[in-house]
């Protein structure tokens, strides 16, 4: 009974009031910031977007993506040294591998990188990219309060639902993406300061640019052979979601080929975008217009036309991305998935079927299922379908949709768009292992610092001396560098200790055993294994040549019960 009620005293002390009250506060300053460069970013975008569109050049329009990409890449990569992704990548990255990954130049390299894709016509979106500008803020202002590795990696899970909540107007699908995709967690410490940095985000984004949503429609409803019918959308958005992740390997690998210069790849590629622009302009940036059509126009556009579009997307998306382009797959998807649902429909339409429901409804459908294929996350495109076009009467088809499609992609597909180059490398760890637990821990959290350090020339004589004032059973022993060379035990002295014809011949240098050294930004499950191989229960760690302090066994495992208290709260 005692040490039941120890744990639960264990657990209250983990996750206390203080705690809980700093990542709340840390949140919502996440969430502000990331409210306002959401906006901005937004706006720059469309109003670069709407000036070029204005100068009316004609076909001379073509080289403005390839003008914005080419300098966006030379920018972000030659000049700001930052080897941009897909967005939301780097920012899973960061929380399998930690925090220091996003780095603060991340925030205004992002920024201009997707600013000048997207609003020089690059078939992108700019979710990608401003997630990881929320992601670098979290990670910025951790380092910055000099939190623990863990600490940090909840920041960046605020920022990531923050930038989601601010750019969408959605504070739950923010809330929802970063749980479900990003963090991965559903505790105490992710929940509530990730609702307040989803909330604060679209609070200032609504209050600078008003409450807007980003697509209307008027749903009439959905009859019961609609719902059967979206079991097939599904499958056909899970399908089309595998061709469209592996099709942006193809397209790296093609451009990859081209020339050694990552932006003379993103220039070429701008250009072949352009070209396709030239001959259907629905298909530059976002995209979002289109998806706006397909869902209130009364004259519905030729089922043709809508087909080359997704076709075109599809295409123009990969040429984009693939050649270096800086932006992310979240609009794309949206967009495409918009236009199958819609082609779904039409079809059914001209097939003998009663009660089936409006095209514009399985454009909805559609949406949800595609960013449910892309990136195995079925909430996050139910939640961000509903709240980016009020559509809460379409939870049903939505739900069916975007489960099918997610079951259809997981099939084929191990890993999502975002995680599959970490699972092939062996960075992603299943979430609920021990595995995740231990990767969780920070070498540098949990090093033990009480104890003494010795010279390799110390005598025996003057060891029992600095022994009487020691609190543990080792001693590291540093050469005239301060570099750790090795560890004096207890046990391999004890047998000199009461032979004082020795206390004037034994040195500490004769007597300690060599061990390996653990890194400091090791992972633990490596420190581990030289625990195995050394049979030691404590080892160095170092930093570069510098000593910083010991691992032991108990300290580790008495961290792993916290965190494993912790996950469990």
């Known amino acids: 009974m005692a040490g039941s009620n120890t744990d639960l005293l264990s657990r209250y002390h983990a996750v206390s009031a203080r705690e809980a009250m700093v990542m709340m506060t840390a949140a919502l300053a996440i969430g502000l910031g990331c409210g306002i460069l959401a906006v901005g970013l937004n706006w720059s975008v469309h109003s670069l977007r709407l000036f070029i569109t204005d100068l009316e050049l004609g076909w001379r329009a073509i080289f403005f993506p390839a003008l914005g ?10 000049l700001m040294h930052d080897n941009a992704g897909h967005g939301v990548s780097d920012v899973i990255k960061a929380i399998a591998l930690g925090s220091e990954g996003l780095r603060r130049r991340m925030i205004y390299s992002r920024f201009f990188g997707s600013l000048l894709t997207v609003g020089s016509g690059g078939s992108t979106g700019l979710e990608g990219p401003i997630v990881s500008i929320g992601g670098a803020l979290g990670s910025t202002i951790g380092r910055w309060l000099d939190m623990n590795e863990r600490h940090k990696k909840l920041l960046v899970g605020y920022g990531a639902a923050a930038a989601v909540a601010g750019i969408f107007n959605a504070p739950l699908t923010g809330l929802i993406f970063s749980l479900e995709i990003i963090i991965g967690e559903w505790t105490y410490l992710t929940i509530l300061p990730t609702i307040i940095a989803a909330v604060s985000a679209t609070e200032v984004s609504r209050w600078i640019m008003g409450n807007k949503i980003a697509f209307f429609q008027e749903i009439a ?10 079991f097939a959308l599904g ?31 993103a220039a070429i590629g701008g250009l072949f975008v352009g070209i396709l622009g030239y001959f259907m302009p629905e298909v530059l940036s976002e995209g979002y217009s289109a998806t706006q059509v397909f869902l209130t126009d009364t004259i519905r556009p030729e089922l043709g036309f809508v087909l080359l579009f997704v076709l075109l997307k599809f295409l123009a998306c990969g040429m984009t991305l693939g050649s270096g382009g800086i932006g992310g797959v979240f609009a794309p998807s949206l967009v495409i998935g918009s236009g199958v649902g819609l082609a779904f429909g039409m079809i059914l339409h001209s097939l003998p079927l009663d009660d089936v429901a409006e095209d514009a409804a399985f454009a909805l459908a559609g949406m949800a299922g595609m960013v449910a294929g892309v990136m195995h996350g079925p909430l996050t495109g139910i939640f961000l379908v509903m709240e980016v076009t009020r559509g809460y009467s379409m939870i049903l088809p939505l739900m069916l949709t975007a489960s099918s499609a997610m079951v259809v992609s997981s099939f084929f597909e191990i890993g999502s768009v975002y995680t599959q180059d970490l699972i092939k490398k062996g960075s992603l760890i299943k979430r609920g292992t021990d595995s995740y637990l231990l990767h969780h821990l920070n070498i540098k959290d949990i090093l033990d610092y009480d104890f003494i350090t010795i010279g390799e020339e110390l005598l025996l004589r003057d060891f029992i001396v600095e022994f009487k004032k020691a609190h543990r059973n080792y001693f590291p022993v540093l050469n005239k560098e301060d570099q750790c060379v090795g560890v004096v035990f207890l046990d391999d002295i004890r047998p000199h ?8 011949l034994v040195t500490m240098g004769s007597v300690m055993r060599s ?17 195995e191989n050394s049979k030691a229960w404590s080892l160095p760690v170092v930093e570069g040549d510098r000593f910083l302090g010991m691992l032991s066994k108990s300290t580790l495992f008495d961290h792993y019960r916290l965190e494993l208290q912790i996950q469990a709260i």
Request: hydrophobic share 55%; aromatic share 14%.
């Open 69 to 78: 990409a080419g300098v966006a890449v030379f920018l972000v990569r030659s």
């Open 221 to 230: 409803g959905f009859s019961l052979t609609s719902l059967l019918a979206c």
């Open 235 to 265: 499958a056909l958005t899970g399908i089309i979601s595998i061709l469209f992740a592996r099709s942006l390997l193809l397209w790296e690998k093609f451009f990859s080929k081209v020339s050694i210069h990552q932006w003379i790849r």
């Open 497 to 504: 200790l009461f032979d004082e014809s020795l206390y004037d």
């Open 515 to 531: 061990l390996p050294l653990i890194s400091l930004n090791e992972p633990i499950s490596d420190a581990l294994e030289k625990f």
